[in-house]
């Protein structure tokens, strides 16, 4: 029985698979299994916009497993032995495109293991903002030392502990995030789809997409971790942004 999976290692313009590299893959693949080393410029991104190049096209000729961040439209015209896509990235909305969901291929994606990472990132930009670290960073950098930006009355640095944040978004990521920050002092309002689930962990309360408009009134941090979605689709826009408290925080993940 031939291998299920053809394993394709993409070069991209800006990095190379260097020799040692490729010698550990090939060294670890499993007994029958066929490394091909793709050396034109490629992208695994689905949504990349670049076209695949021949050799890439060679390689998932006769793939049935592809694995990257997605997958183009023009890959997947090539992929004539193709079962199964599994993205990388935890959202597969640019992947829906109208010949997979015609076709019989599974596609499943990696939501959930980016949680904690993504999580701890904006936490770190929420304390970036709330603790006015770009401004000591220009000041570090100038050789200045200059405190009034952070003790005059109207400097916006403030502690979290007097912030409200508002989650659009009780999933996985969502529940990471308000962990963190309600760890930090911040009161949480989650938006979820279905409230009468209740709130997960972190959040102190949870309201429906119906009630966003209201919430975003009270909320010092503004953080978007939705799923890519028809019905989210430029849900924040000019109007909702004035909504916000002067000098709010929005973090778009």
Same mark, same amino acid.
């Given at each position: ?10 070069? &991209? !313009? ?8 490729? *010698?550990? %893959?090939?060294? @670890? /693949?499993?007994?029958?299994?066929? #490394? ?35 997958? &183009? !439209? ?8 193709? *079962?199964? %896509?599994?993205? @990388? /990235?935890?959202?597969?909305?640019? #992947? ?51 405190? @009034? ?105």
């Amino acid at each position: 029985m031939r291998p299920l999976v053809v394993d394709l290692i993409a070069q &991209s !313009r800006n990095w190379s698979l260097p020799p040692e590299g490729e *010698r550990a %893959i090939r060294a @670890a /693949a499993p007994p029958g299994w066929e #490394v091909r080393v793709v050396r034109a410029p490629s992208v695994s991104d689905g949504d990349g916009g670049a076209v695949p190049s021949a050799e890439v096209i060679a390689a998932i000729a006769d793939a049935e497993v592809y694995l990257g961040f997605g997958m &183009s !439209r023009d890959l997947f015209r090539h992929a004539k032995a193709l *079962r199964w %896509i599994h993205s @990388a /990235a935890a959202g597969v909305q640019s #992947v829906l495109f109208p010949e997979i969901l015609a076709s019989d291929v599974q596609l499943t994606n990696s939501a959930g293991i980016h949680a904690v990472p993504i999580a701890e990132h904006v936490l770190a930009g929420v304390l970036h903002l709330t603790r006015q670290l770009d401004t000591a960073l220009d000041l570090q950098r100038r050789g200045v030392w200059d405190k @009034a930006p952070f003790v005059a009355e109207d400097s916006p640095i403030r502690e979290l502990g007097e912030c409200r944040a508002l989650i659009v978004g009780a999933g996985g990521l969502g529940r990471e995030i308000a962990r963190r920050l309600t760890a930090f002092g911040v009161r949480c309002t989650g938006i979820r789809r279905r409230p009468e689930l209740g709130a997960p962990d972190g959040f102190a309360r949870i309201a429906g997409p119906d009630q966003l408009d209201a919430e975003l009134r009270e909320a010092d941090i503004l953080v978007l971790c939705a799923p890519s979605t028809p019905d989210t689709h430029a849900l924040i826009g000019a109007d909702r942004l004035d909504r916000l408290p002067r000098g709010a925080i929005v973090v778009n993940v």
